[in-house]
């Protein structure tokens, strides 16, 4: 029961490292607690206790998928996200079979489950990584090392180290009563406080020559599903927006952009289909005599839709366009669907499933100076897949552009979510990023991973003003993937070492028996 209580409170702690709760210190308390009630519990067990804790933790903070949709798919994507925790306890309490906390276990075994989890199943879905709470954070820094992976490793080697620490000090008191040396429990808690703070050496430069960037969020007529319900009524939103802004410009009130962005779905009708939609947005163009970037749904190719980022320049008309690589399962299209009707009708609603596009998405513009702008593209939950995150930069890209649509979640978490990972986005990759939304939040984001101006939900407003351009690359884009194939490796030969100790050891008498049922009651 200690355990169960432990993990269910690791769960409800970790809630606490995300938005809009920001407390990121409870993430290596949170793994402390799991650390600790998982040691020693062996592999079903552990499991057990690990899925207990996974659900208190998933549950509520992906209670924004279920706000207009209903329960089922909210409560079966926490289900299947706490499954991985699941692993990671099964793992972890087989690992730590003799009773002892591990560390460093603790840590392999955490960033190989979150990348398992980041990848499977139908692509993964990598939202709530350890590292997307801990953009205030010195944990957050290190991002720009070794990425995402990287810091969840440090956070779990902090945590485990904590929960070393108290472990030892349960068991020592006998010892300390007797006047001997508190170094085997100071010695583990300094060493989480250092990892605590080891960010801070990280540096995050913000230097680089400039652009002006302007980003529009139009709002739409009313938050749901439905947001689009009145024909063209986003698109008419954002083209009003802007057109404001220009005013201002044209007053001398506000410097003029070198490249406008909307959000995705900003075109709440085909653009290049629709010739009132087109013409609206040549306009725009036109008026503002700089390129523009919109998100919107084209019907094509025959049969599906592809979720768009267009770039149209003035005299040119569209020039560039960018397909979403990673649709979202189950919203915008259904794998496998003939298998799971067989569960729920409801997979039909999705009539049209979205395609995928082939290649990363980098535009390509030129301020008034001559200075060139390399935007690279993510639309919506793309911003949270490390790899797409990190072909666009390895592409070129010297500032990113994150176009995305929360109308379909509400006043719910999930735009500061969204928002906080945008921000260890621009650290991990040294990048600024202008993170567009149709209904907030919106914001821009300089490379250190301030975010500026950031907007209220279901207001029309825009973001605007100069954010450094940067072509040097980070240590983590370097080194890509590799911190996690470590990772897996490092894994790998510790279960392979633990099952070889296994076989070769004497099974455990009655004394011994009795040691180990004495602590995991204490």
């Known amino acids: 029961m200690r ?23 409870a993430a290596p308390v949170a793994l402390a607690l799991w650390a600790w009630a998982w040691a020693g519990s062996g592999l079903r067990r552990g499991a057990a206790l690990g899925l207990a804790g996974g659900l208190v933790f998933f549950v509520p903070t992906l209670s924004w998928s279920g706000i207009y949709v209903g329960s089922l798919p909210w409560l079966a994507l926490a289900t299947l996200e706490a499954l991985f925790l699941a692993v990671a306890g099964g793992l972890y309490g087989w690992l730590t079979r003799s009773g002892g906390v591990r560390p460093l276990a603790l840590a392999l075994v955490w960033v190989v489950t979150e990348g398992f989890r980041a990848r499977a199943p139908y ?14 954070s010195p944990f957050g820094r290190l991002v720009a090392v070794g990425g995402a992976p990287f810091v969840g490793f440090v956070i779990a080697l902090s945590g485990g180290l904590l929960a070393l620490g108290v472990q030892r000090l349960l068991r020592d008191r006998p010892v300390r009563r007797a006047g001997m040396p508190a170094r085997r429990v ?47 009524q986003v698109l008419d939103n954002h083209v009003a927006a802007t057109l404001a802004a220009q005013q201002d410009v044209a007053a ?96 039909d609603l999705v009539t049209r499933d979205f395609v995928p596009g082939p290649a990363p998405g980098v535009f390509t513009v030129r301020t008034a100076g001559g200075t060139e702008i390399r935007a690279g593209i993510a639309i919506c939950f793309e911003v949270a897949y490390d790899d797409i995150m990190r072909d666009v930069v390895e592409a070129g890209a010297n500032v990113l552009v994150v176009q995305t649509n929360n109308a379909t979640f509400g006043y719910t978490a999930e735009s500061p979510q969204q928002l906080a990972i945008s921000r260890l986005r621009a650290m991990e ?10 209904v907030g939040q919106s914001a821009l984001i300089t490379p250190d991973g301030t975010a500026h101006q950031v907007t209220s939900l279901f207001t029309q407003a825009v973001v605007r003003g100069a954010l450094p351009l940067r072509d040097s690359t980070t240590l983590a884009t370097r080194l890509g993937e590799a911190p996690e194939w470590v990772a897996a490796g490092a894994l790998l030969a510790l279960l392979l070492l633990s099952t070889r100790t296994t076989r070769t050891t004497r099974p455990a008498g009655p ?12």
């Open 511 to 522: 004394d011994e028996t009795k040691d180990e049922d004495d602590d995991d009651a204490a």
């Open 123 to 136: 692509g993964g879905f990598p939202w709530l990584k350890l590292a997307f709470g801990q953009a205030d």
């Open 252 to 347: 001398g009130r506000a410097p003029a952009p070198d490249l406008v962005v909307w959000p995705e779905n900003a075109s709440d009708i085909d653009p290049l289909r629709n010739a009132d939609a087109k013409a609206e947005i040549l306009d725009t163009v036109a008026t503002l005599d700089r390129p523009l970037v919109v998100g919107g749904l084209l019907e094509e190719p025959v049969g599906f839709v592809s979720n768009v980022a267009l770039l149209f320049e003035p005299g040119r008309g569209n020039t560039a366009r960018y397909v979403k690589r990673h649709p979202v399962p189950f919203a915008e299209y259904i794998p496998n669907r003939a298998f799971w009707r067989q569960f729920s009708a409801e997979v």
């Open 186 to 232: 100071l010695l583990p808690v300094a060493g989480a406080l250092v990892l605590g703070v080891a960010g801070l050496a990280v540096p995050l430069p913000t230097d680089g020559p400039s652009a002006q960037f302007l980003g529009v969020q139009g709002n739409v007529a009313r938050p749901g599903l439905d947001f689009n319900a009145e024909r063209r």
């Open 3 to 25: 355990r169960l209580l432990l993990s269910l409170l690791g769960g409800g702690v970790l809630c606490l490292a995300f938005p809009t709760f920001d407390v990121w210190v």
């Open 429 to 438: 990759a040294g990048r600024s990023v202008v993170h567009v939304s149709t």
